[in-house]
């Protein structure tokens, strides 16, 4: 019998921490369910990153394809190509939008929620697990160095109706510098909101425009 409670003990540590190790055990700041399923129009807004506009930038657009691409039941997923033009700027400043700005590019576009947030990416020089030290002798870098990337993605909905965040999740992730890594980031910050929009089609009701 100990035998037996002590496996299954074992075997649920094993699964909660292989959940944790994944980036599951980590839940939404803000999860506004009821606000939510008022949403039938998204627009998507670029992604601001004040340390690599460029890393903004691609996951603005890494994030945008992925929605897109989701086509969900009575929901919009906007691609704002005219929003420079609304709000007289370029796509490489709309990163810095206010919230008051955003949430007006989402009123004139008539939508019910605009999904921004920022995007923290440093690239350090890190030793492989073989050196100590990411430079050898005489001030020369090590072979055996490698590039580490590390990202931090936070994710924010705010309705259009009174500006207020219904949903907030931030994720951090690392590993081998490029987009991979911005990809693994995206997917954990997302998937709580895109599951739920999933499962929750049938609550979202046409609304007249």
Known sequence: M????????????????????????????????SAIDQVNRIVVLPIESQADRAAGEVTFGLLLNR?????????????????WRIK??????????????????????????VLTGTMGYTVPMKADKSSKSPTGKGGKRDASARRIGESKLTLKLISVANGQDIY???????????DKVLRKTIDQAVVPLEQYLQSSRTKRKRSVR
């Open 168 to 178: 907030v999740h931030t994720a951090k992730r690392d590993g081998v510098a490029g």
């Open 2 to 33: 100990t035998t037996k409670r002590a496996k299954r003990t074992f075997g649920t540590g094993v699964v909660i921490a292989v959940l944790v190790l994944a980036g599951c055990g980590a839940k939404p700041r803000v999860f506004n369910k």
């Open 88 to 113: 007289n700027t370029s796509a490489a400043d709309a990163g810095t939008l206010t919230r008051d700005q955003a949430v007006s590019i989402g009123r004139e576009l008539e939508a019910d929620a």
């Open 67 to 83: 929605l897109v691409a989701r086509r969900y039941d009575g929901l919009d997923i906007l691609s704002p190509p005219v929003l």
